[in-house]
Structures are given as structure tokens and as C-alpha cells.
């Protein structure tokens, strides 16, 4: 039996992450930051809560991340640890170059030293691309990141690269495009729409406000790119490998999907800061725009190549990004009906 540490546990990925290893048969442990009150609602909502076993854990304290590797013989350690919403990286900067980047090294340094067989995952991003000069994206497109959040993440994927080459470790990094579902924090805009829409169609007509409608990404389904993550790590040797479905798509019509899913009809009308969608049936607004949301920065595009995982990983995503904003929008319309 294969033994994995997930870090970021009950995060989204990480409870999805963890379904995939206990369905393959593995031992799991997840890494949890330590809150007053432990966030375990992904991994219940995947039956998966009591299934794994859980340990206190914080990307910025060595002595945790040295006590927790040296003590087991982890065979995969999957880092998706991370201060993961863009928007905040700007009021804690600092904070998030600690743990996004420096937590990184801390982490490989201690697997370096006390268990060098490991096999490590590093959560990189299509964020550390920021303003593309290439489309689509691949492994050799050069970064510019446009956030504390981005350049921290070009930190974490540069020294992950930098101990596989100095000291041999199988030490691999996903350059994963946005990867949504139904367990995404409301904090992030996709879940942010398919609730506010769900709550619409349910009766509770107050528009949801988003920034910049013309914003287009790459978006797939988190539970294919778990898998990925899996597929890096069974090769026999490490490499880094973007995950994307090759398709872009505005904000504007991520929203336009989830309001067909939940059969609103949504008329679109005005320019930047004045553009709005009113919902044909109930006459009422349901999307207006609030500048107050817009980016210091903005990332305008971003869609990724993944041919190299097809070929080397055999790694296909699954879910498009109509069915994914329909799985969304009704899963919170259902659990708006609760």
C-alpha cells in the first residue's frame, strides 16, 4: 500500500485528490492548517471524512513540515497547500510569498534531507503566465505574473525545478489552467456566479456583482485534473506538465452557461462599467458589473496547451466548460433549495 500526504487537504482539490488515492488503494494523509474550526465540508460532501487520517500542518513552520516528513515514509507528497484566491494576494503579500513560495522550499528541503525517495507534486499555475505574449500557453511559454499571488507561484514551480536538477529529486509541477466544481470556495468567481444565479432562480432576485466581464480563462473540472496530478507522479521521470482544456471563455459566457442551466434568459446590455443582464423572464436585473471588483492588474487571457500531457501522461480532460457551469449552477440550486 502506497503512502501520500496531501497538503491542503480539504481544500477543493485536495478532497478530490484524496477520493482519487483512496479509490487506488492508497494510505492517506492530509495536511491540515489548524483553524478553531477545522474545514472539513469538501471531504464530507465526498464521503470521504473519516476515510483518511489528518495531522496539523503550516507551510510557514519548518519544525512542522521537518517533524511530519521525517516521521513517515511518505512514497507521494501532493503540496496544493497555498493562500489560493488571487484577489487577497494584494492585502497580504507577504504572507503569501511566505507560504506560496518560501513554504515550497521548506517542504522539499525537509523530503531532500530526510526521505530524498519521495515523490513530490508542486501546485503551480496558468496565473504565473499573467501577460501573455504566446497563445496558447505551454511548459516553455515565459511567465509574467500579474499578482503577489502569481509571482509567488513563479517562485514555488522555479526551486521545485531547481531541486529535481541540484539534487536528482523526483520532484514534478502541474501548470494547471482554472479547475472549478461544485467544491469551490464562494470566494472565487465562477462559484460566485452559480450561486448568486442559483439564489436568482430561486426567487432571491439580487444581482450578482462581478469586475471584468471581458476576463477569459481556460476552465476545466477538478476532478479530471486530480488525476493529472496522480499521472505525474507514476512516471519514471519527473517533469512539469500544463493541464488545460484548450478552450477559452469569458466571464461574460461562463455566466451565460449557468443561467441556462438554471433556465434563466439572460439579455446583456451596456458597455464596461455599465454592462448589465437582465433576465428576460422575471424582468429583473441578475449580472451587473461593480469596478470595485476589478484587478489592480488584470490577466486578460489565458488558455493553455496541454499537448505534452497527452501524449506523455495520457491525461484528457473530460467535462467542457458548458457542462461544468451546469454542474455547478445546479448543484447550488439544489443546495440553495436546503
Not at 25 to 36: E, K, L, P, Q
Request: net charge neutral.
Amino acid at each position: 500500500m502506497k503512502r501520500a500526504l496531501i497538503t491542503g487537504a480539504t481544500g477543493q482539490d485536495g478532497a478530490y485528490l484524496a477520493r482519487l488515492l483512496l479509490a487506488k488503494g492508497y494510505d492517506v494523509t492530509g495536511a491540515i492548517r489548524r483553524n478553531s474550526q477545522p474545514e472539513m465540508v469538501r471531504l464530507e460532501k465526498l464521503g470521504i471524512a473519516r476515510e483518511l487520517r489528518t495531522v496539523d500542518f503550516d507551510l510557514s513552520e519548518p519544525n512542522n513540515i521537518t517533524r511530519l516528513i521525517r516521521g513517515n515514509a511518505f512514497d507521494e507528497v501532493y503540496n496544493l497547500a497555498a493562500q489560493s484566491f488571487v484577489g487577497s494576494s494584494w492585502e497580504q503579500p507577504v504572507y503569501v510569498a511566505d507560504v506560496n513560495g518560501v513554504g515550497v522550499v521548506r517542504l522539499l528541503d525537509a523530503i531532500r534531507t530526510y526521505t530524498p525517495q519521495t515523490r513530490f507534486y508542486q501546485a503551480s499555475t496558468s496565473e504565473m503566465f499573467g501577460l501573455v505574449r504566446v497563445l496558447p500557453q505551454d511548459e516553455q511559454t515565459p511567465f509574467h505574473p500579474r499578482s503577489p499571488y502569481g509571482v509567488a507561484k513563479v517562485y514555488g514551480h522555479h526551486i521545485t525545478v531547481n531541486y529535481r536538477e541540484s539534487f536528482g529529486l523526483h520532484a514534478s509541477s502541474g501548470i494547471l489552467f482554472n479547475h472549478e466544481s461544485p467544491l469551490r470556495g464562494t470566494e472565487f468567481v465562477t462559484r460566485k456566479i452559480t450561486v448568486g444565479l442559483a439564489r436568482f432562480a430561486r426567487g432571491d432576485h439580487a444581482a450578482v456583482e462581478l469586475g471584468n466581464l471581458n476576463a477569459k480563462r481556460d476552465w476545466g473540472f477538478a476532478g479530471d485534473y486530480v488525476e493529472g496530478m496522480w499521472r505525474m507522479l507514476q512516471q519514471e521521470s519527473a517533469d512539469d506538465y500544463v493541464l488545460a482544456t484548450g478552450v477559452t471563455t469569458s466571464i461574460r459566457e461562463f455566466a451565460g452557461f449557468a443561467a441556462e442551466a438554471l433556465g434563466l434568459d439572460l439579455e446583456w446590455s451596456g458597455a464596461d462599467e455599465t454592462e448589465q443582464a437582465v433576465d428576460r423572464r422575471s424582468g429583473k436585473v441578475a449580472v451587473r458589473v461593480n469596478p470595485a471588483f476589478y484587478r489592480p492588474a488584470e490577466v486578460d487571457l489565458l488558455v493553455g496547451n496541454a499537448a505534452k500531457a497527452r501524449a506523455r501522461l495520457g491525461w484528457e480532460p473530460k467535462v467542457d466548460v458548458r457542462a461544468l457551469a451546469a454542474m455547478m449552477a445546479r448543484a447550488d440550486y439544489d443546495e440553495c433549495g436546503q
